[in-house]
């Protein structure tokens, strides 16, 4: 029986790409295992040699290195539907490792089950290949941030991105969407101190820019912010 949680894949992947009948039949027939995991849940690690990738239903993840002083690089966040470590099918060693921000759910897919699919399935291995290249320019435009970018723009730019994320998948309500993410790891994600991100996030906020509430943002008006 088709998982439910593929159609997650599907609506993105459709982001960029009209799937034929056929396509989306065979990315229903993957096999999946689903585990729920709470927050700040390594599911794969540095230096690990995984045989599967992860598909996030329901929650956030990120991309992150440690140095051996303990200081934490995060280098992206990832929203429902996106397949973060699709070039583990490729790479073999994890060279960084993927854990969850929130609570959060995950579908599994062995890696002979995804080569399967992108062999049998060019189009499919193309629109893979497309949201890989996708994930590399958000992470050049990341590598801006960090270099060129003021605290409060960094913090403009990160918010941006994590609502044209969730928008692209359809999980904004209006302008406002789920934010689970903590100071301290906005702070990670954006070479700053979290004090420093509390003042951006509050002269935001003072500039009617964004509005948070609950783990929720608001943003009045996009072209503003952006």
């Known amino acids: 029986m088709p998982h439910s949680s593929l159609n997650r894949l599907i609506r993105k992947l459709e982001t960029g790409l009209v799937l034929s009948d056929e396509e989306r039949n065979a990315i229903l027939q993957l096999p999946v295992t689903t585990r729920d995991l709470k927050a700040d849940q390594d599911i794969v690690r540095y230096g690990d040699r995984p045989s599967q990738c992860c598909l996030l239903v329901e929650g956030f993840l990120c991309r992150y290195k440690t140095l051996p002083d303990g200081v934490q690089t995060i280098m992206a966040f990832y929203v429902a539907g996106d397949i973060p470590d699709v070039h583990s099918l490729h790479l073999g060693l994890m060279d960084h490792t993927l854990s969850t921000v929130a609570p959060s759910r995950v579908a599994f897919i062995a890696h002979d089950a995804m080569r399967r699919l992108t062999h049998q399935h060019p189009r499919l291995a ?60 906005l702070a990670d994600a954006t070479g700053l101190s979290s004090v420093h991100v509390n003042r951006s996030l509050m002269q935001l906020r003072a500039d009617g820019l964004i509005t948070l509430d609950k783990g929720r943002c608001t943003i009045p008006e996009f072209e503003r912010l952006e």
Do not use: M
């Open 126 to 185: 193309d629109a893979f290949w497309r949201d890989t290249l996708i994930d590399a320019a958000v992470f050049r435009e990341w590598i801006v941030n960090l270099g060129s970018r003021d605290a409060y723009s960094r913090i403009a730019h990160l918010l941006c991105e994590i609502f044209l994320k969730l928008k692209a998948v359809g999980l904004t309500n209006g302008n406002t969407f789920a934010l689970p993410i903590t100071q301290s790891k």
